[in-house]
């Protein structure tokens, strides 16, 4: 690429432009039950493996901070729904917690109490003329079912489909937009790779694949479920929310970095969406990947399972519409990594960098265009379907209320969306913004600050406080895009 070419490429990305999504637009905010619920043994609630993971001492969670209170949000129903009306959002995106409403992750402990809360929170959202979009799984499974192996045991295949049906049961009369999984892939690799997040299992060569593969599987036979028992009388759209950065080749004139940037796609994004939205298969570039330093590595098989001709059969075109999570941009190279021990990091061929010239997050650094360039990967990989962004937002380590950092972060990320749907004719239907309030983050604890509304985690009472980013994206809703004179950055 020419000096010249690279100034035009770089103006045509700064442009900003101005205009309007389609009328049905669905604008929202995004949570999880963990990281905003509290209530951890409230009302016969059975413990998940967030709660034992940070009870126990050298979890690596920042201040040793946990989701026991949270938001308070299982006793602060009425103040939740509060925030949403006044940002006028047209739907909530949260989850369910599967231990609040099966303690021990079965069907025979039917919890009345966490059902219950989750009836007042999707009547009061109905009554809002706000659309629940509910989450089944978002990392939080309960300890009972981690104590017969977690996902690496088969046998949560079944389990999780009695437990999503019971849920299509019970709310599916007021619930039409249902996701099954959060963001597997983490799942996968941080819970059992790496071992950061619980159950912490350290098997960064095998595990992650074997989890993947039953996760695949029980989103499939949970999409059967529905489709088969609930669709003709409930009329709903249901999926599963994947997650990736854009990877941008380092050197876009050198092929190996090409790709490289799209292997790391296929090994993130590609890994759930190739077998659910195209062939019930996983992305060659996986197979041969995996398959061939597995071979290196003098293995009889694959590291990577295989899919029988029927199960790809069940599994392909298990979705309605894609749910995408994404927040930041890495630049991708390539690289020949050691062969042993074996390690899905590694089985990537690759390096990711940050460019020390974007803007800085308390998470990463991160530049808008990737949005765009992302959500055009998607058209071209999976076709023109239907696409929903279920998470964008920003962390910052401040707490202020004039929160003009994550106002330019928005108004920018959801520039570049709108630039997506107005000039490159990309089917986005809706942007959920993460996060409605300031939440558990995970391993960050309390530390990073995501939300439009400032949640006090000094005061029992954990009052919320709309920061001036909450106004802003009410503008932004209200005029389903944006022009020239709003809110100025």
């Known amino acids: ?59 690596n969670v920042v201040n040793n901070d946990n989701g026991d209170i949270a938001c308070d949000s299982y006793n602060k129903l009425e103040e939740d729904l509060n925030i949403l009306r006044a940002l006028r959002v047209k739907a909530y995106r949260f989850s369910l917690s599967w231990s609040r409403i099966f303690p021990t992750g079965r069907i025979d402990s039917v919890n009345k109490y966490g059902v219950d809360y989750y009836n007042r929170l999707i009547d009061g959202l109905v009554a809002s003329s706000i659309i629940p979009m509910v989450t089944l799984y978002h990392w939080d499974l309960p300890q009972a079912l981690q104590d017969i192996g977690g996902w690496d045991n088969p046998s949560l295949i079944e389990l999780f489909d009695s437990y999503a049906d019971f849920c299509f049961r019970t709310f599916g009369d007021r619930v039409q937009f249902w996701m099954t999984f959060n963001e597997p892939m983490y799942e996968a690799w941080l819970g059992y790779g790496e071992g950061v997040f619980p159950p912490g299992v350290k098997d960064p060569g095998y595990a992650p694949y074997r989890i993947a593969h039953t996760i695949i599987k029980a989103h499939a036979r949970v999409y059967h479920t529905y489709d088969e028992k609930y669709r003709e009388s409930q009329k709903g759209v249901i999926s599963l929310s994947l997650s990736t950065h854009w990877m941008e080749p380092k050197s876009p004139n050198l092929p190996g970095d090409i790709e490289a940037a799209d292997r790391a796609l296929q090994f993130s994004l590609g890994w759930f969406a190739h077998p659910i939205f195209r062939n019930g298969d996983y992305p060659d570039a996986m197979k041969w990947k995996v398959g061939n330093r597995s071979e290196l590595q003098n293995l009889a098989t694959s590291r990577l399972p295989s899919f ?28 020949t990594p050691q062969l042993n021990p074996p390690s899905y990091e590694n089985d990537l061929e690759r390096t990711e960098e940050d460019d020390n010239s974007w803007p800085s997050t308390a998470v990463n650094r991160a530049v808008p265009w990737g949005m765009r360039r992302v959500l ?111 809110w100025r950055t």
């Open 376 to 486: 055009n990967w998607l058209k071209e990989e999976y076709g023109d379907i239907p696409i929903y962004v279920t998470e964008n937002g920003v962390g910052l380590k401040k707490s202020q209320i004039e929160d003009i950092d994550r106002i330019f972060f928005f108004k920018t990320y959801i520039n570049e969306a709108l630039k997506a749907y107005n000039l490159d004719g990309v089917n986005l239907q809706g942007y959920m913004a993460w996060s409605m309030m300031d939440n558990f983050e995970w391993l960050q604890g309390y530390s990073v600050k995501f939300g439009l509304y400032q949640v006090d985690f000094n005061d029992t009472n954990r009052p919320r406080t709309a920061r001036t980013s909450a106004r802003y994206y009410t503008e932004v809703i209200n005029n389903n895009g944006i022009f020239a004179h709003l």
């Open 308 to 335: 029988t001709e029927e199960e790809k059969r069940y599994i392909r075109n298990t979705a309605d519409v894609f749910c995408l999570n994404t927040y930041s941009t890495k630049i991708v190279k390539h690289r």
């Open 1 to 59: 690429m020419t000096k010249r070419e690279r100034e035009t490429q770089r103006d045509f990305i700064d442009l900003f432009y101005h205009g309007t999504f389609r009328d049905d637009f669905l604008w929202g905010v995004s949570s999880s039950a963990y990281q905003i619920e509290g209530g951890w043994d409230a009302d016969g609630k059975g413990p998940s493996i967030w709660d034992n993971f940070t009870h126990t001492p050298g979890n």
